[in-house]
């Protein structure tokens, strides 16, 4: 069967009798068995995905199918779905069920998308390589000596190997788009407030987002008109009207502005610097104005991020204690004893990082000093971008400043692994969407991606300029 990256075209080869969505769904569990290695899924649906096919495919016949009829995709091990087991990779959730589904998970079903399966990430989403999973490393398609990215490795990794068509990741500081871009393909995060976060495992809870990952942005345009909107069931979703993503608008001639600061950042590879540069040169040919802005604060933005986020981390990670659900210790033995020994033996190493880092800055001698300062920084960043994006429609930059890198190379260097998301989380820190897009291949032979930033719930020109790319 040959390999489809987008829903049309499947549905139109369902509709020929071309293929049906049996023997798609077939086709994908026999790739995710030959590709067993790569480690990105941590369980598969096959029996449910299969008889899902069936009862599709009659839809699709009868003409009753939904939107997303002949979509198959996978699920973040962080997103909730009734029935099935939700771990967000970490050892303390081993065995436990999801008693609800996310609302974007009802969303999904209810326009027929197939769920195959649920996907390997960083234990809590905390990581840029996948390599804090308590269930393993993920591995690059495209070089298994390298990191997916991280935190949804796993989800990006099934999209590159042909998996499923797409899949949903969540994306506090980069996780959608940066192993989206380190395994070439398209992520998507949404406006801050524009898509549920209910049923998803809270890491930030004012920087997640769900979002999507697929081999096209048609494909990435067609899930966020199923999964945007207002939902009563999560305060901080907007009650904007959603924008018509399907089919895209026309793309104008904007003008776009690239970040000084991020494009000739002393830790820029070079080859990722010159591919970047390509891609503002043809931009320029077809027409777009672009630009060099100054941003200033740029080096500003890791630090802040990591305040914020892990003290909303330590916050939102005391639920678990060993009581309502998760892993309880064998070795407790009254009530301290569960919470300690119960939090010791399930976190690993970076979440524990996380929490304690957390509770520091909140502490009360020092949340001064770090966690109201952070907050400053925040508005002035959002003040910042504010500014640029009302003389200009976009902010380009690069996704990373280098490629995939290999196992170890950053994993006992924590600082040097977070260092490495500098030009991502400056759009979770402003609420702004944003876009990884494939841009071209580094010399090393792995993929290079590039960033587009747009102005607030504007996301269907954001779209349309990242399909022209
Ligand atoms: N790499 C970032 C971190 O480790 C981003 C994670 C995310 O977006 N969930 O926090």
């Not at 303390?92 to 998970?105: M, R």
């Not at 990373?400 to 170890?408: L, N, V």
């Amino acid at each position: 069967m040959e390999r489809y990256t987008t829903l049309n075209h499947i549905q139109h080869d369902i509709q020929n009798n071309k293929i049906t969505l049996g023997g798609l769904v077939l086709h994908y569990l026999n790739n995710i068995e030959a590709k067993k290695h790569l480690n990105a899924f941590l369980e598969v649906y096959a029996d449910e995905a299969k008889t899902q096919a069936e009862i599709i495919q009659q839809k699709i016949k009868n003409g009753t199918a939904g939107k997303l009829a002949g979509m198959v995709i996978g699920l973040k091990d962080n997103i909730c779905y009734k029935n099935h087991k939700s771990s967000a990779s970490s050892k303390i959730l081993e065995g436990f069920e999801s008693v609800y589904s996310a609302t974007i998970v009802e969303k999904l079903l209810a326009e027929d998308a197939i769920i195959i399966g649920r996907l390997n990430c960083d234990e809590f989403a905390m990581g840029a390589s996948n390599e804090n999973s308590a269930y393993g490393n993920v591995l690059n398609d495209a070089d298994n000596t390298r990191v997916s990215g991280g935190s949804s490795g796993g989800s990006a990794v099934a999209v590159q190997a042909n998996l499923c068509l797409a899949t949903l990741g969540s994306d506090t500081g980069g996780s959608i788009r940066q192993p989206a871009a380190f395994c070439g393909v398209v992520g998507f995060k949404p406006t801050y407030g524009r898509v549920s976060r209910y049923g998803l495992i809270a890491y930030a809870s004012s920087f997640d987002q769900i979002g999507p990952i697929a081999n096209s942005v048609e494909d990435v345009a067609l899930i966020m008109g199923v999964i945007a909107g207002k939902d009563e069931k999560d305060a901080t979703t907007s009650p904007r009207e959603v924008e018509a993503y399907h089919p895209l608008p026309e793309a104008k001639k904007y003008k776009i502005a690239y970040i000084k600061e991020a494009l000739f950042h002393p830790g820029m590879d070079e080859d990722v610097k010159t591919i970047t540069l390509q891609k503002i040169d043809k931009l320029k040919a077809e027409g777009h104005t672009v630009e060099e802005v100054s941003f200033p604060l740029l080096d500003t933005v890791v630090p802040a991020y990591y305040v914020m986020t892990t003290a909303e981390a330590s916050s939102n990670l005391s639920r678990f204690s060993g009581l309502l659900y998760g892993h309880r210790s064998k070795a407790a033995t009254n009530l301290e004893t569960t919470f300690k020994k119960s939090r010791s033996e399930g976190f690993g190493a970076e979440v524990k990082r996380r929490i304690m880092l957390g509770t520091f800055v909140l502490s009360a001698g020092f949340y001064d000093a770090y966690y109201s300062k952070a907050q400053k920084v925040r508005r002035k960043v959002q003040q910042e971008t504010e500014a640029i994006l009302s003389r200009y429609d976009f902010i380009l930059s690069p996704v990373t400043p280098g490629t995939a890198f290999k196992f170890g190379e950053k994993s006992t260097n924590p600082v040097e692994m977070y260092l490495a998301d500098i030009f991502t989380v400056h759009a979770n820190i402003s609420g702004h969407p944003a876009i990884s897009i494939p841009a071209g291949t580094h010399p090393n032979g792995m993929p290079v991606g590039i960033q587009l930033l747009g102005k607030l719930f504007n996301e269907s020109a954001l779209l349309a300029l990242a399909q022209t790319i």
